[in-house]
């Protein structure tokens, strides 16, 4: 016996029409629809008859009057109950002509960082130069499932079509097909850097709906890796095209980059790092997304010579294990024709929960990072950076010095208060001293310049 949740839409399909509204399949439903395809009502016509059905689904084909700037667009369709909950699969192979302009006209600008004269200004959208091989027209997919969560209905979404990789199948809406990058001018270099020939490559995209913002999102799997100096090893697993679906959108921009991960010197856990590329340009804005461990000095002995401490085995303070460190910034611009690095930043600093005594509880660092600043070829090349931050008789007081230009400075923090009899006492056990309070304090100093100031201000 048929499921209850599908009796009235079975009854709508063999009468040849279906308005997927709230009235038919429930609001949350309709309201996923909707908010896939732009606000948008669809409606099923032509229903083809028989509609192939179990207890749990309803399979058949039909028509929709409009779909993505598309008349009468022929579509596949599967109703199906899963935990209790009205589920819908939708797919639908769009003429070979489509593309991106025909459902979204207002996608932004991108600026073209190869062309940056007076008279250049910017190009439109990179999505509308993308073309589809003839033989793998756009295909698009609609689960109001969560299959990037639970995969267990995984039979519908084959039964609808079985090339699908089930993995790759967001909630919401999906574009399926391959792009022809090598059509593409303006992405030779990029093309190039990859090592990659192919005419055209497959990808997955989704509409990437968040709170905050909207997005188109592509992604073309690849499997290269891009070595520099022996340090730095770059495994790259996708190329990603992202844009804003309207100009008039909270948020508005566009963009092209490499996922991957990052290994450093002798590590064979790669970290997750974004490859930004600047549209246009030769150059690469290689980031990391989350903590990386440290290999140790000995790793940049070249990259970074006579700006490490003497020891390279050792940090500038009492920590015992390098386990215990951590680089949580790395940035490198990548220039891509001739290849090299044009532009390091590489900060370390201890893990979560790591503090240095220095004067009892009176003086505590709560954190401390090195900062390395390298362009090769500058008169300056390396630049360093000490950044910390102090407990000072209860106040916090952040400070930073800057090296070779041998400049200082510290400032109390907002808010902070700094109770100087707790530093004496520390100093002097047997003091007894009034309540002493520093509510500002701010020093600098340039050593080069001989120059110095300070502003401190306190109650008793």
Not at 264 to 292: C, D, F, H, M, R
Not at 306 to 323: E, Q, R
Not at 388 to 411: Q, R
């Amino acid at each position: 016996m048929i499921n209850p949740n599908l009796q009235s839409i079975k009854n709508q399909l063999h009468l040849g029409h279906l308005t997927l509204d709230q009235n038919a399949i429930g609001s949350a439903l309709a309201n996923q629809l909707q908010q896939a395809f732009s606000g948008e009502i669809l409606q099923l016509e032509e229903v083809k008859q028989p509609i192939a059905e179990t207890d749990d689904s309803l399979h058949f084909q039909a028509r929709i009057p409009s779909l993505l700037g598309v008349r009468l667009q022929a579509v596949e369709g599967i109703f199906f109950v899963y935990n209790g909950q009205l589920e819908y699969l939708l797919k639908a192979t769009l003429p070979k002509v489509w593309d991106f302009s025909w459902s979204y006209p207002d996608l932004p600008d991108y600026t073209n960082f190869g062309n940056l004269g007076p008279d250049a200004g910017n190009q439109s959208s990179l999505f509308y130069d993308l073309r589809f091989p003839a033989d793998k027209p756009m295909v698009l997919v609609f689960s109001s499932h969560n299959f990037q969560k639970d995969q267990t209905p995984k039979s519908y979404l084959t039964l609808l079509d079985t090339t699908l990789n089930i993995s790759k199948i967001h909630q919401g809406l999906n574009f399926v097909s391959e792009i022809a990058l090598s059509e593409m001018p303006l992405l030779d270099t990029l093309i190039e850097f990859a090592g990659y020939q192919d005419l055209s490559l497959p990808f997955y995209g989704y509409l990437n709906q968040q709170p905050e913002y909207e997005e188109i999102r592509l992604e073309i799997e690849l499997n290269f890796t891009k070595t520099y100096e022996d340090i730095f090893s770059f495994g790259i697993s996708s190329l990603v095209l992202h844009t804003s679906i309207s100009l008039y959108a909270n948020y508005i921009g566009s963009g092209i980059s490499f996922l991957g991960g990052v290994s450093i010197g002798t590590s064979k856990t790669p970290k997750n790092v974004e490859i930004v590329w600047p549209v246009g340009s030769t150059q690469l804005i290689i980031e990391n997304a989350e903590p990386i461990p440290f290999p140790g000095f000995d790793t940049f002995t070249n990259l970074l010579s006579g700006h490490l401490p003497n020891n390279s085995d050792t940090f500038p303070l009492a920590i015992n294990s390098l386990s215990t460190l951590e680089i949580r910034e790395l940035s490198l611009h990548l220039s891509l024709s001739p290849l090299r690095v044009s532009y390091i930043v590489l900060s370390i600093g201890p893990t979560a929960n790591w503090n240095q005594p220095l004067l009892g509880k009176a003086l505590t660092i709560e954190d401390l990072l090195l900062r390395w600043e390298v362009s090769p070829g500058d008169p300056t090349p390396i630049r360093f950076y000490l950044l910390s931050a102090f407990n000072v008789g209860g106040g916090l007081v952040n400070a930073s010095a800057v090296f070779p230009d041998f400049a200082f400075y510290g400032e109390l923090g907002l808010y902070q208060t700094i109770a100087l009899e707790q530093i004496i006492e520390e100093i002097i056990p047997n003091a007894h001293l009034p309540h002493i309070s520093i509510l500002d304090l701010a020093i600098s100093a340039d050593i080069k310049r001989e120059h110095l100031t300070y502003a401190i201000s306190n109650y008793t």
